[in-house]
């Protein structure tokens, strides 16, 4: 499978607990994306890597969510004392190329948060 | 702020029909315009996307109408298969702030009645 890999697909946690996703994007792009997806909303951007630099970020993105990219391969997602309006479907895409170009995203991490 | 607004809701077609999902948005510099398809359990998928050059966008059954004066865009499927039953969400990007991300509109759920 060539496609945006997320894991896990699902993710139960506690209040106030630390989560941590991982996205492995498809080989040879170079833009990686994490989109925040509650039911019955469209995705809302978070952040956006082009190879290792985080060059943008939600003006809406908590500080207590931090994201890496390390050497331009995986990328990472980590919530910090998670709170229960934290929950929804993380969405990892990549592209490759300049800008407008098409996204292809991966199948999501569920997280819940009780 | 719901930066693009998507109606309606839900739509239920027969096999055959041809649903309309129309899309609306205020930001001048939005250049770019796509639309996404999400089946449960799995991330959007690119379908068709147009620029503001150009009032009309075919691909197979999918056609894209774009009306810059008004702000406006939708999607038209035609002789529409139960296939096709998903969440479409129109989506926008543009120049300046958020050039690297899309906007996403609520999503439309879709049913074609065999």
């Known amino acids: 499978d060539t496609g945006v890999s997320q894991n896990p697909r699902h993710k139960i946690t506690k209040r106030g607990q630390n989560v941590t996703f991982r996205c492995d994007p498809i080989?040879?792009?170079?833009?990686l994306y994490w989109y925040r997806q509650t039911l019955g909303q469209g995705p809302e951007f978070l952040t956006y890597f082009q190879n290792e630099a985080q060059l943008e970020k939600s003006r809406l993105l908590s500080d207590r969510f931090s994201a890496e990219r390390p050497k331009g391969s995986f990328s990472t997602l980590e919530i910090q004392r998670t709170e229960q309006g934290d929950s929804a479907m993380y969405l990892c895409?990549?592209?490759?190329?300049?800008?407008?170009?098409?996204?292809?995203f991966g199948s999501g991490t569920q997280l819940s948060v009780l | 702020q719901q930066q693009v607004k998507q109606s309606p809701q839900s739509l239920i077609v027969q096999k055959g029909g041809i649903p309309i999902i129309n899309c609306a948005y205020e930001?001048?510099?939005?250049?770019?315009f796509p639309w996404y398809q999400q089946f449960p359990g799995k991330g959007p998928a690119l379908l068709i996307a147009?620029?503001?050059?150009?009032s009309e966008k075919k691909e197979g059954r999918f056609t894209i109408s774009f009306n810059k004066s008004a702000k406006q865009f939708s999607l038209h499927i035609m002789d529409s298969q139960p296939g096709d039953s998903a969440t479409y969400f129109c989506a926008a990007q543009g120049r300046g702030y958020g050039a690297n991300n899309l906007f996403f509109g609520t999503g439309t759920r879709l049913t074609v009645i065999p």
């Open positions: 080989s040879e792009h170079n833009r």
């Open positions: 147009i620029r503001p050059d150009v």
């Open positions: 895409a990549s592209s490759v190329g300049q800008g407008n170009e098409k996204l292809f």
């Open positions: 930001n001048t510099a939005f250049d770019y």
